[in-house]
């Protein structure tokens, strides 16, 4: 699944690609795709809208159109956008296909049927179920270490779970949650209301910075914009990661072997030696 960079980077290719572009039809192929509308009320939201622009709202992309409305799109497991030719064969799973102005169309395909799309007046955007109880944005200001100190204290979860919870944090998925807390020395399985106030300011530098590198290393690849897919990681050979995916592998600090852990049956990732209660 697509974490926060990804998602980020994703939204900041379409805005390139399709900012002040005009959709003449939007096509809703699979309707479970947007269970809210049906695919005439989805036509018809989105005949010869423009786009201003797009966005991201947690690992939601939001596309902001002139008719005073936003499309909301979460990739889910799977889900990828690609702009094509209008004459050109599409993925074998696409789920809807906007046609554009210029003789391409934007397809999106969805391998494991989990994509999710609504479209909501943009006035009401902040109200959307999807976004209405997201934690602050990593980067913005709001996001500091006395918030994440806050909500940790309000939380007696294991410091993993939390850091997942998008309603205290937004952005981090198990890959970033497990780089942070590596980062920060601490303990996956400690409950999030033990975590000091010092702790917590050097975890919150541990989540900007793993957030960070990863916008970043990922803007290095040479990745094809034409092709959106989700996972930028896989393009660029062995991604970097100091205890994700690394059970057995030493420790880059201590040497001791990675451990693995399930938590909400998912694995977390983490050096026993290094990291403490
Ligand atoms: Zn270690």
Same mark, same amino acid.
């Given at each position: *699944?697509?974490?926060? #960079?990804?998602?980020?980077?994703?939204?900041?290719?379409?805005?390139?690609?399709?900012?002040?572009?005009? @959709?003449?039809?939007?096509?809703?192929?699979?309707?479970?795709?947007?269970?809210?509308?049906? #695919?005439?009320?989805?036509? =018809?939201?989105?005949?010869?809208?423009?786009?201003?622009?797009?966005?991201? %709202?947690?690992?939601? @992309?939001?596309? /902001?159109?002139?008719?005073?409305?936003?499309?909301?799109?979460?990739?889910?497991?799977?889900?990828?956008?690609?702009?094509?030719? *209008?004459?050109?064969?599409? #993925?074998?799973?696409?789920?809807?296909?906007?046609?554009?102005?210029?003789? $391409? +169309?934007?397809?999106?395909? /969805?391998?494991?049927?989990?994509?999710?799309?609504?479209?909501?007046?943009?006035? +009401?955007?902040?109200?959307?179920? $999807?976004?209405?109880?997201?934690?602050?944005?990593?980067?913005?200001?709001?996001?500091?270490?006395?918030?994440?100190?806050?909500?940790?204290?309000?939380?007696?979860?294991?410091?993993? $779970?939390?850091?997942?919870?998008?309603?205290?944090?937004?952005?981090?998925?198990?890959?970033?949650?497990?780089?942070? *807390?590596?980062?920060?020395?601490?303990?996956?399985? *400690?409950?999030?209301? +033990?975590?000091?106030?010092?702790?917590?300011?050097?975890?919150?530098?541990? @989540?900007?910075?793993?957030?960070?590198?990863?916008?970043? =290393?990922?803007?290095?690849?040479?990745?094809?914009?034409?092709?959106?897919?989700?996972?930028?990681?896989?393009? =660029?050979? /062995?991604?970097?990661?100091?205890?994700?995916? %690394?059970?057995? =592998?030493?420790?880059?600090?201590?040497?001791? #072997?990675?451990?693995?852990?399930?938590?909400?049956?998912?694995?977390?990732?983490?050096?026993?030696?290094?990291? +403490?209660?």
């Amino acid at each position: *699944m697509p974490e926060l #960079p990804e998602v980020e980077l994703i939204s900041r290719s379409l805005d390139k690609l399709i900012r002040g572009r005009k @959709i003449l039809t939007g096509q809703l192929l699979r309707a479970r795709l947007a269970p809210h509308t049906t #695919p005439r009320k989805f036509a =018809s939201a989105l005949a010869d809208a423009t786009v201003n622009f797009v966005g991201r %709202r947690g690992k939601h @992309i939001l596309i /902001d159109l002139d008719n005073e409305k936003t499309l909301i799109v979460h990739l889910r497991m799977s889900g990828r956008f690609s702009l094509l030719p *209008m004459e050109e064969d599409e #993925p074998k799973f696409t789920h809807a296909r906007f046609h554009l102005d210029g003789d $391409e +169309k934007l397809v999106f395909d /969805d391998q494991r049927h989990f994509g999710l799309m609504r479209i909501v007046a943009t006035a +009401k955007l902040h109200e959307a179920k $999807e976004l209405a109880k997201l934690a602050p944005e990593p980067f913005s200001d709001e996001f500091d270490a006395a918030y994440l100190h806050a909500a940790l204290k309000s939380s007696k979860r294991s410091l993993k $779970e939390f850091l997942i919870d998008q309603t205290k944090v937004t952005g981090l998925g198990n890959i970033y949650a497990s780089e942070a *807390m590596f980062q920060a020395r601490l303990h996956p399985a *400690m409950r999030a209301n +033990k975590v000091s106030r010092p702790r917590a300011a050097l975890l919150f530098d541990s @989540i900007r910075a793993v957030l960070q590198a990863a916008v970043g =290393s990922a803007e290095l690849l040479k990745v094809d914009p034409r092709n959106l897919e989700g996972n930028y990681f896989s393009q =660029s050979g /062995d991604p970097q990661w100091f205890v994700y995916d %690394r059970e057995g =592998s030493a420790c880059v600090n201590c040497k001791t #072997p990675i451990s693995r852990l399930k938590q909400g049956g998912r694995s977390t990732y983490f050096c026993r030696n290094c990291q +403490k209660r």
